[in-house]
């Protein structure tokens, strides 16, 4: 089976890749927002965007990986906007974890896959 890269403007990597049926997006990050609510909505709205892209929405998610940078802080309010944006009949299996970022303003990353069929 062939492997689709799309969005490979970036020289360290592509946006998206397709392969056996499988869509796997780069992280997602928003350093636009200054609080942890309207950067989740935000990297959200980026993962809606690339899995349309590819042809799949979130009913489709298989895994999620999320990064926040102060997890005591942030993992309710987090959850608060992840909560009413998954597809509550389709939630993928997820981790959650605390990381340093590459960008002080950030304070989340996610990265999903999902399925194309």
Same mark, same amino acid.
């Given at each position: 089976?062939?492997?689709?890269?799309?969005?490979?403007?970036? $020289?360290?990597?592509?946006?998206?890749?397709?392969?056996?049926?499988?869509?796997?997006?780069?992280?997602?990050?928003?350093?636009?927002?200054?609080?942890?609510?309207?950067?989740?909505?935000?990297?959200?709205?980026?993962?809606?965007?690339?899995?349309?892209?590819?042809?799949?929405?979130?009913?489709?998610?298989?895994?999620?990986?999320?990064?926040?940078?102060?997890?005591?802080?942030?993992?309710?309010?987090?959850?608060?906007?992840?909560?009413?944006?998954?597809?509550?009949?389709?939630? $993928?299996?997820?981790?959650?974890?605390? !990381?340093?970022?590459?960008?002080?303003?950030?304070?989340?990353?996610?990265?999903?896959? !999902?399925?194309?069929?």
């Amino acid at each position: 089976m062939a492997t689709t890269r799309i969005g490979t403007e970036d $020289p360290r990597m592509s946006k998206i890749v397709i392969h056996n049926g499988i869509v796997y997006i780069s992280g997602q990050t928003d350093g636009t927002a200054t609080d942890i609510k309207n950067q989740t909505a935000n990297v959200l709205k980026k993962v809606d965007d690339l899995l349309a892209q590819a042809n799949t929405d979130k009913s489709k998610l298989l895994t999620s990986s999320i990064w926040l940078k102060d997890i005591s802080r942030d993992f309710k309010d987090m959850n608060d906007v992840w909560n009413g944006w998954v597809d509550p009949n389709n939630k $993928p299996v997820r981790a959650t974890v605390e !990381a340093n970022m590459a960008r002080e303003q950030l304070l989340i990353e996610v990265q999903v896959t !999902a399925a194309t069929e």
